[in-house]
């Protein structure tokens, strides 16, 4: 599904190199977790995969089933399958979290050549959607984002994401800031949306989350390398003991 | 389905239409296409035979054009004016055309067959339903055709002259006059000899004076005591022939405890070289009555590079003559190379309100000065701006608003909000508040923000499959939420789908 080969990434106003190196292949079907230390560089992964500016890539690749990630501007990448819950959503005043959804799924079915959905069916669908992640009617009429609650806010990430039915899923941090219950309702979004078809990778800090999300591969990063890969053994081992025995093997 | 989740259905529409619309568009300006039709013109330029001349193809009484003379007289001695932000060559007012008529308005058409089909083609082309289209055209007995959908009675002013009013027979049950203002004045003289020029006198500036010489059609509606219009009024007016200026003059009159809605919608076809559009609206609202006034102006706004385009003087100014009395302008400014207009509210009556909302858009070359005034007389009488400017390309944008309290409007407040919205480094938005309170129980609120589009909003909008300018589009949308809100339905679908269109290429 996804193949990172060899990444490296520096600031594009600043001569700093953040990713070093970075190769991970996620098969489809399957769920990666990323773990590291603050400042490693896994939001940074995530924002350059998705396409936002600001950064170069200096060497590497990144395929998305086969077609190169790289060239495509931020909106190709999505309607190829590609989505990303931020780590800090976007607040967009004055636009309704429908209407936005209902732009982006549309946008997205164009690009892929199908037929643009109805208001009647969009909303019968989100509605539902949205009743599963306990978000309510108002919310959804809220502008996007604009006041809503640190938890509120990934929740309505995972929303977006069970609109748009993507491939690809990257979750950045989705469970910082939720409390027990919205988390369960996190994980239970994107169990309900495990399948053969659709592979995830999830950076979290915490083991708890991937109690609920069982990963088929763990990662730990530091200073912009995957400096290990494992099982769901090593989160384990990352929530009892911190990083500090990882990086010190890595030297 | 409860009543709310209507309007997000509807809501939802609306933005559907925005991005097809500027998908199907892509980089053109829609309403520039030109109609190859036989025309009427008077001679180029303007003097005194010329004022005679439009006068007399409108059938007018002397009373009239006596009227038209004294302001071409006064206009004579007048200089334009030269305050505004706004910067463009000379305009030789001797090398316009003063007057054009579709020659096919000669003869009524006995059916649809009979019309120019260029003419209907253009009305479909501007989004008029087909029944109106027929009325518009002028063929016989189309009113009586039943329409479909909701009634939108509608006025279209082509070049120099209004072709037809729809609805007219139903307004008439009603005691509403809707029609031409040519129209108004063979047949109903009394009511425009009481109102017309007493809220923009001819003296009032140097384009409203030549307007006053000038002018060859426009809209009026009288709304009697008591009578709440029983539908929306709208006019397009669309400059079509070459070198023609347009000068337009509206007289709208709301009588005591009426209410009426008057949309009015303006294209023009693209041209190298700049047209002129110096229009006059005035409007009378007495004792508590209530008219609200929307404009969604699209005159072509010239190429990418500042080529062509029409020069925009506009005039419009409401006079809440009666107590209690309310007006509120909406306004969705797309248009034009240079706009020059300032929607004001003499607020006369006690307990008067007056509102204005505005979105002006200002791409590419374009330059917009515009605000409004807000004059309170009356005691207790209230008045709330809300304006939202937006600049691209190399585009400058001026919001001019004068708050003005005398000394008898005791106890009067305003409310100014003034947001304006910066697209890529080249452009500029201006903020130019004038403001006096001459009583001590009065208080004005001003505010005022400067803000660049979002980078990271457009991130989070492609990330989730919108190209840039959709999101762009979605974006400024939603900044100007609180003016869309404020137009009918119609045309915030309409206003939306511009705002789209009007901000191609304003990024990337
Ligand atoms: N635009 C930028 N300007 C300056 N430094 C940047 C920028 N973007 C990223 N960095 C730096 O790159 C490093 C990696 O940041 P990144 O956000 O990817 O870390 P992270 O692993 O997601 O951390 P966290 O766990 O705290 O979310 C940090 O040192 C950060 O300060
Ligand atoms: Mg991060």
Not at chain 2, 141 to 156: F, I, L, M
Not at chain 2, 182 to 211: C, Q, W
Not at chain 2, 424 to 429: F, L, N, Q, V
Request: one cysteine or more; hydrophobic letters at 35%; a negative charge.
């Amino acid at each position: 599904m996804l193949e990172i080969k060899n990444l490296h990434v520096k600031l594009e106003e600043e001569d700093k190199q953040i990713l070093k190196g970075v190769n991970l292949t996620v098969g489809a079907g399957q769920v990666h977790a990323i773990m590291g230390p603050n400042g490693s560089g896994k939001s940074t992964l995530s924002y350059v995969l998705s396409g936002r500016g600001g950064y170069e890539v200096t060497e590497g690749a990144a395929t998305l089933n086969g077609t190169d990630l790289l060239d495509l501007e931020p909106e190709e990448r999505a309607a190829a399958g590609l989505f990303l819950a931020f780590q800090y959503p976007v607040e967009i005043p004055g636009v309704g979290n429908m209407t936005f959804l209902r732009t982006a799924v549309n946008a997205q079915r164009k690009a892929r050549g199908e037929d643009e959905l109805s208001a009647t069916d969009f909303l019968k669908v989100i509605r539902a959607k949205a009743k599963d992640l306990q978000i309510d009617a108002e919310m959804l009429k809220r502008p996007v984002n604009v006041g809503f609650s640190g938890g509120e806010k990934k929740r309505n990430e995972i929303l977006q994401m069970a609109m748009l039915e993507p491939k690809m899923c990257i979750l950045d941090e989705t469970d910082s800031g939720l409390d027990v219950d919205a988390m369960k309702l996190v994980a239970d979004g994107v169990n309900a949306l495990r399948d053969a078809g659709r592979s995830f990778l999830v950076i979290t800090h915490y083991q708890r989350l991937l109690d609920h999300i069982k990963p088929d591969v763990v990662h730990i990063m530091a200073d912009g390398k995957i400096i290990k890969t494992g099982g769901p053994e090593l989160a384990l081992e990352v929530e009892n003991n911190g990083y500090a025995d990882l990086l010190e093997e890595r030297v | 389905m409860t009543a709310l989740d209507n309007q997000t259905e509807v809501r939802d529409g609306v933005d559907r239409e925005t991005v097809e619309t500027v998908q199907s568009m892509a980089g053109t300006y829609k309403y520039g296409w030109n109609t190859d039709i036989e025309m009427d013109y008077a001679p180029k330029g303007v003097n005194t035979d010329i004022v005679r001349l439009i006068s007399g193809k409108n059938e007018e009484p002397e009373w009239m054009t006596d009227w038209r003379l004294s302001a071409y007289a006064r206009w004579e001695k007048m200089t334009e004016p030269t305050w505004a932000m706004v910067h463009y060559p000379p305009i030789d007012y001797q090398d316009q055309y003063y007057y054009a008529r579709p020659k096919s308005m000669d003869v009524k058409p006995k059916s649809l067959d009979d019309v120019d089909p260029k003419l209907l083609a253009t009305y479909e082309k501007l989004g008029i339903p087909l029944k109106e289209q027929m009325v518009l055209a002028g063929v016989e007995g189309a009113e009586d055709v039943p329409a479909e959908g909701r009634k939108v009675a509608v006025d279209a002013v082509f070049d120099s002259v209004s072709v037809g009013t729809t609805f007219q027979a139903e307004l008439k049950k009603a005691g509403v006059i809707f029609c031409s203002i040519s129209e108004a004045i063979r047949e109903h003289p009394e009511l425009v000899k009481k109102y017309l020029g007493t809220v923009v006198p001819p003296s009032d500036n140097f384009f409203a004076t030549l307007n006053s010489a000038v002018f060859s059609d426009g809209s009026f509606v009288y709304v009697p005591p008591g009578v709440r219009c029983p539908m929306e009024l709208s006019t397009y007016f669309r400059i079509n022939a070459e070198n023609t200026g347009q000068f337009e003059r509206t007289l709208i009159i709301a009588d005591k405890g009426s209410y009426v809605s008057y949309l009015e919608g303006c294209t023009a076809p693209k041209r190298d070289t700049t047209q002129l559009h110096a229009a006059v609206v005035e409007i009378i609202i007495e004792e508590d009555a209530e008219v609200k006034y929307s404009t969604v102006q699209n005159w072509y706004p010239g190429d990418e590079n500042g080529k062509g385009g029409i020069f925009n003087f506009v005039t419009k100014r409401a006079d809440c003559r009666g107590d209690r009395a309310k007006v509120m302008w909406t306004q969705v400014e797309t248009g034009s190379a240079v706009t020059w207009k300032y929607p004001s509210c003499i607020l006369r009556g006690d307990d008067s309100q007056g509102e204005f909302y505005s979105i002006a858009i200002a791409n590419n070359y374009q330059q917009a000065d515009t605000g409004t005034k807000m004059v309170h007389l009356g005691k207790n009488t209230k008045s709330r701006i809300v304006s939202k400017g937006i600049s691209a390309g190399k585009a400058q944008n001026t919001y001019r608003g004068l708050v003005s309290m005398h000394p008898k409007a005791k106890n009067s407040r305003n409310y100014t909000q003034c947001d304006s919205l910066l697209i890529g480094g080249d452009c500029g938005a201006h903020t130019v508040p004038y403001i006096e309170v001459r009583n001590n129980s009065s208080r004005v609120e001003h505010e005022a923000t400067t803000s660049k589009v979002d980078d990271d909003q457009l991130f989070y909008c492609r990330q989730r499959g919108m190209d840039e300018e959709e999101a762009v589009a979605l974006v400024v949308n939603g900044f100007c939420r609180e003016v869309l809100q404020a137009l009918p339905m119609e045309f915030a679908m309409e206003a939306q789908a511009l705002v789209a269109i009007s901000l191609e290429g304003s990024v990337g």
